[in-house]
C-alpha cells in the first residue's frame, strides 16, 4: 500500500495509489487477513484533560488485544511523495510516518505496517479484528508511554481513502493505524482495501 501526497506538505494529505503494504512474491494462497464488520461503530468519546507531549519519535508499538509487540522506525515519502514503508524482509516491524506529529503531539500520528510477507502474516495482519475501546500503547524515545483507546476500525477501498480524516488536522492527540485487507486481487497482485484504525490519546 502506498500513498501520494494530494495536499500542501504543511497538512500532509496523502491518498492510497495501492502497492507496498500487500503480499509480495507468495507462492501459497495468502491467507485472508480479518476484516472489520461494515456497521462497525465508531465511539465518541470526550477528549480527557491530557496535556500535549513534546515532540519524540515513538520506539515501540504494543496492541495487547491482537498480540502485537513491535518495534518502530520512521518513515517519510520518496521523491514522489509517495510513503515509504517498513522494508518487506522486516514484516514485524512498524514505520511511523516522521513528517507529521508524534504519538502524544496534537494531531493524528500516523503508523502504518504490512498486513503479509512472502513468510506470510506480517505485524498488521489482524489490525480488522481490533474494536472501540480496546488499548494501544506506544513507547517514545523519551521514554514516555502513551495510551490511545480505539474510537473504531474501518475498511476502506483504495480509492476511497480518507486522507483527511487519517492525515488531517485535529485538536487533540490521535492515532491512526494502516494496513492492507479486504480481498486479493489476483490480477493486481493486491489487497483492494486499506484498513484504518481510529484511536484517542486516553492517558
Known amino acids: 500500500m502506498w500513498w501520494r501526497r494530494t495536499l500542501p506538505a504543511v497538512v500532509a494529505l496523502l491518498a492510497v495509489s495501492g502497492l507496498g503494504l500487500i503480499t509480495v512474491g507468495l507462492t501459497a494462497e495468502p491467507a485472508q487477513p480479518p476484516r472489520p464488520p461494515a456497521d462497525a461503530p465508531t465511539r465518541s468519546r470526550p477528549a480527557p484533560d491530557l496535556a500535549p507531549l513534546p515532540r519524540a519519535a515513538p520506539v515501540r508499538v504494543r496492541i495487547p488485544a491482537i498480540g502485537v509487540r513491535a518495534e518502530i522506525v520512521a518513515v517519510g515519502v520518496d521523491a514522489a511523495g509517495v510513503l515509504e514503508v517498513p522494508p518487506l524482509d522486516k514484516p514485524t516491524v512498524a514505520g511511523w510516518y516522521r513528517h507529521g506529529v508524534s504519538p502524544g503531539e496534537t494531531g493524528n500520528a500516523v503508523l502504518v505496517g504490512h498486513v503479509d510477507s512472502p513468510a506470510g502474516p506480517a505485524v498488521f495482519f489482524d489490525?480488522?479484528?481490533?474494536?472501540?475501546?480496546?488499548?494501544?500503547?506506544?513507547?517514545?524515545?523519551?521514554?514516555?508511554?502513551?495510551?490511545?483507546?480505539?474510537?473504531?476500525?474501518?475498511?476502506?477501498?483504495?480509492?476511497?481513502?480518507?486522507?483527511?480524516?487519517?492525515?488531517?488536522?485535529?485538536?487533540?492527540?490521535?492515532?491512526?493505524?494502516?494496513?492492507?485487507?479486504?480481498?486479493?486481487?489476483?490480477?493486481?497482485?493486491?489487497?483492494?482495501?486499506?484498513?484504518?484504525?481510529?484511536?484517542?490519546?486516553?492517558?
Open 127 to 203: 489490525l480488522g479484528r481490533l474494536r472501540a475501546g480496546q488499548e494501544i500503547q506506544v513507547t517514545r524515545a523519551d521514554a514516555r508511554v502513551t495510551t490511545f483507546t480505539v474510537d473504531g476500525v474501518h475498511a476502506y477501498r483504495k480509492d476511497a481513502f480518507p486522507s483527511g480524516l487519517v492525515y488531517g488536522p485535529a485538536d487533540a492527540a490521535g492515532l491512526r493505524l494502516i494496513t492492507c485487507g479486504g480481498p486479493f486481487d489476483d490480477a493486481t497482485g493486491n489487497y483492494v482495501d486499506n484498513i484504518v484504525v481510529f484511536a484517542s490519546r486516553t492517558a
